[in-house]
């Protein structure tokens, strides 16, 4: 099982990016999905979730600006990202809670990471 995430980029302050993250393999079935980020020096930190049932949360950092949804169908969980501020520049990781074949219960898988640059 992997996660591909892709997206990321260059854009201005005020911008929109749109970030999609895609779980290939024998899976049998995908809990939970979300995005962190992680800005030079600084911790990685949670950005946003979304549960199976599509119940979404993101940080007060991103309220009003960034919107998590997934399509089941594919796999595939997004991070519309608008109203881009400099501060938001990171590496952008998405992880999710997948029940492998073969394996016996869920576990935690992460994407190689998409980089997010806020500049003029």
């Known amino acids: 099982v992997q996660l591909q995430a892709s997206g990321g980029g260059l854009v201005q302050p005020g911008g929109s990016l749109r970030l999609s993250c895609q779980a290939s393999?024998?899976?049998?079935?995908?809990?939970?999905m979300g995005w962190y980020r992680q800005a030079p020096g600084k911790q990685r930190e949670p950005v946003a979730g979304?549960?199976?049932?599509?119940?979404?949360n993101v940080v007060d950092s991103v309220k009003g600006r960034f919107t998590i949804s997934r399509d089941n169908a594919k796999n595939t969980v997004y991070l519309q990202m608008n109203s881009l501020k400099p501060e938001d520049t990171a590496v952008y990781y998405c992880?999710?809670?997948?029940?492998?074949?073969?394996?016996?219960?869920?576990?935690?898988?992460w994407g190689q990471g998409t980089l997010v640059t806020v500049s003029s």
């Open positions: 393999g024998t899976i049998i079935r995908i809990d939970s």
């Open positions: 992880n999710a809670d997948i029940f492998p074949s073969g394996s016996i219960w869920y576990r935690p898988f």
């Open positions: 979304i549960t199976s049932g599509g119940n979404t």
